[in-house]
C-alpha cells in the first residue's frame, strides 16, 4: 500500500465552482500534511501546510485533515482559470523527506 | 530574494552516459534535497544533505549519489543513465534540518533529463 494515494484526475470544472481534491495516507502516525501547486515544467509551491487535524484557512483555500479516516483535503472556492495546475498532497514521514501522492491535475474552464 | 534555482533547465543525455545537476539553495539556507518527479507522477525523494553531510537517502541506486558545498550548493549525479532516469530532477531547500518536526522546503523549477 503506497503511502499516500491521490486520484490522478484530470478534473474539469468551469469557473466559480468549488473543487474539492482528496488524498488518503497509511500511517495514523503521520501528523504534517501539505498541499502543493504544480505549473506546467515548473516546481512545486506550498499551497497550505497543516499539522495534526482540524482545518485551515486561506483565502480562497481551505485544507481539512480528518485523523479518524486519514482522509486530507483541498477545496478551492471561486475556482479561476489561473488555479489550472497539478495538485499535489504530502506528508511528512520523520524519515528527512515528503512523501508525496501522484497529483490531480486541475483544468478550470473560462 | 532569489529562490531556489538549478542548472541547467533542460539536459538530454544518451543511455551510458554520465550527469551532473546543481542547485543553489536560498541564501540562508543549510539544508538540500534531491526529488526524482517522472511524467504523471509526484516527486519521489532522493537525498538530503545538510551541512555538507548526507542526512538521508531514499530508495535509489548506487548510480545516484551528491554532495553540497561549503557555500550549501548541491550537485547530484548520475551515472551509467537508464531510459527510466528521464524525469524532472528538483531541488528543494530549508533552513534546518528535517528531522522530527516538519521544516518547509522551498522547491526550485527543476531540471528535465531526458535520456534517449
Known amino acids: 500500500q503506497k503511502e499516500v494515494e491521490q486520484d490522478p484526475g484530470p478534473l474539469s470544472v468551469p469557473e466559480g465552482a468549488i473543487v474539492s481534491l482528496n488524498c488518503t495516507y497509511s500511517?495514523?502516525?503521520?501528523?504534517?500534511f501539505m498541499w502543493y501547486r504544480q505549473y506546467s515544467r515548473k516546481g512545486p509551491e506550498l499551497l497550505m501546510y497543516?499539522?495534526?487535524?482540524g482545518n485551515k484557512e486561506d483565502g480562497r483555500f481551505t485544507a481539512q485533515v480528518d485523523k479518524s479516516s486519514k482522509y486530507i483535503s483541498l477545496f478551492i472556492r471561486d475556482s479561476q482559470p489561473s488555479d489550472s495546475a497539478t495538485y499535489l498532497c504530502?506528508?511528512?514521514?520523520?524519515?528527512?523527506?515528503?512523501?508525496f501522492g501522484s497529483g490531480t491535475r486541475l483544468q478550470v474552464q473560462p | 530574494d532569489a529562490g531556489v534555482t538549478q542548472s541547467p533547465t533542460h539536459l538530454i543525455k544518451t543511455r551510458g552516459q554520465h550527469v551532473t545537476l546543481r542547485c543553489s539553495p536560498i541564501?540562508?539556507?543549510?539544508?538540500v534535497s534531491w526529488y526524482q518527479q517522472v511524467l504523471g507522477q509526484g516527486p519521489q525523494f532522493i537525498f538530503q544533505?545538510?551541512?555538507?553531510?548526507?542526512?538521508g537517502r531514499g530508495n535509489f541506486p548506487d548510480r545516484f549519489s551528491a554532495r553540497q558545498f561549503p557555500n550549501y550548493s548541491s550537485e547530484l549525479n548520475v551515472n551509467a543513465l537508464l531510459l527510466g532516469d528521464s524525469a524532472l530532477y528538483l531541488c528543494?531547500?530549508?533552513?534546518?534540518?528535517?528531522?522530527?518536526?516538519?521544516?518547509?522546503?522551498?522547491f526550485g523549477p527543476g531540471t528535465r533529463l531526458t535520456v534517449l
Open positions: 541564501s540562508g539556507h543549510k539544508s
Open positions: 528543494a531547500s530549508s533552513s534546518q534540518l528535517q528531522g522530527g518536526r516538519y521544516n518547509e522546503q522551498f
Open positions: 497543516t499539522y495534526s487535524s
Open positions: 544533505y545538510y551541512e555538507k553531510e548526507e542526512r
Open positions: 500511517n495514523s502516525a503521520f501528523q504534517y
Open positions: 504530502a506528508t511528512y514521514t520523520g524519515r528527512r523527506a515528503l512523501t
